[in-house]
């Protein structure tokens, strides 16, 4: 069983930015990040995998960047030029799956989210 804590959100105003960062109890392979704004589904955003490559949705494209410090295993989120529409709880998630994606269902354990609130 490995543990997941968030920690990093806030309040910001739009074109500013946050770093999330997620402390692991132990070593998985593919972590990663999904978000949830109010009354919407929960949807990924960014997996980093043990082989270094990372996957990200398209609107995080170019302006989140997800790193990893495998021998702390610790994961990080850097958001950058944050937008209103980038309000949501943000949740960790990892896997034990080297090749996992964007379903939720191949992430096996969750943090509880942090709240990131973007204003305009």
């Known amino acids: 069983q490995v543990q997941l804590v968030e920690s990093g959100g806030g309040y910001v105003q739009a074109g500013g930015s946050l770093r999330l960062s997620c402390a692991a109890s132990?070593?998985?392979?593919?972590t990663g990040w999904f978000r949830q704004a109010p009354g919407k589904e929960r949807e990924f955003v960014v997996v980093s995998r043990i082989d270094g490559t990372t996957r990200y949705t398209e609107s995080a494209k170019g302006r989140f960047t997800i790193s990893r410090d495998n021998a702390a295993n610790l994961l990080y989120l850097q958001m950058n030029s944050l937008k209103p529409d980038d309000t949501a709880v943000y949740y960790c998630a990892a896997s034990h799956r080297v090749d996992a994606a964007r379903g939720e269902g191949e992430y096996a354990y969750w943090g509880q989210g942090t709240q990131v609130t973007v204003s305009s």
């Open positions: 132990g070593r998985t392979f593919s």
